[in-house]
């Protein structure tokens, strides 16, 4: 079923895959203890990333065969996040210094994960928007994101947005249209985010 075709592609990529330039450019700002949720997080690439930093990474999928080739220091947690109910091991006490969600969207979870972040916790996200169908899979409405759906929801909950992006994206044979957004729950410390990439992180979270 195409549906079913969509859900497979909106919740992973089938191929192994560097971790999104966006991610990288932004866990620069997490210290070596932080603590992450790789929400969907598939073969781990993005949880590579944070444990390469030194982050303590949880890593949350319905997919055992992906959960077992998890980079190691990864601690894995097998839950299908649409029908199960939200597991304790993704409730730390204090919340997390960081959630990482990239090519995955369950909108009726969706605004959860403000509440999941510890104070000064970052959100990381980046997935297909509309307009992706014209570009191929998804196409399913319900695994793109609306214009402007992932700044909504951090206004929502009060999240200040350091860096906004929706648009087109040239990839090999084709493109997409993403949207992708870092954002903090306060308390806000500019120092903590260096907006340039070479900034010093010697305050990060975590």
Do not use: K
């Not at 204090?94 to 959100?123: E, H, Q």
């Not at 014209?134 to 214009?147: E, S, V």
């Amino acid at each position: 079923m195409a549906g079913e075709h969509d859900r497979a592609v909106s919740h992973r990529q089938t191929a192994p895959a560097p971790a999104s330039a966006w991610f990288v450019r932004w866990m620069v700002c997490l210290g070596p203890s932080a603590s992450v949720l790789d929400l969907a997080c598939g073969r781990g690439r993005h949880a590579a990333a944070a444990i390469a930093r030194g982050a303590r990474v949880v890593c949350a999928d319905r997919d055992p065969l992906a959960l077992a080739g998890l980079p190691e220091g990864a601690h894995a947690v097998c839950v299908d996040l649409e029908a199960d109910p939200w597991p304790a091991q993704l409730d730390p006490p204090g919340g997390f210094d960081a959630i990482v969600v990239a090519n995955y969207l369950f909108r009726p979870r969706l605004d959860l994960l403000p509440s999941r972040l510890a104070a000064g916790g970052l959100l990381l996200y980046e997935t297909f928007g509309a307009g992706n169908a014209r570009y191929g899979r998804p196409a399913n409405p319900d695994f793109l994101l609306r214009p402007g759906e992932l700044f909504m929801l951090c206004q929502r909950h009060g999240l200040m947005v350091l860096a906004y992006e929706s648009g087109y994206v040239p990839r090999a044979g084709g493109g997409a249209i993403v949207q992708r957004i870092a954002a903090v729950r306060p308390p806000f410390e500019p120092e903590r985010f260096p907006l340039e990439a070479g900034g010093s992180a010697a305050d990060a979270v975590g």
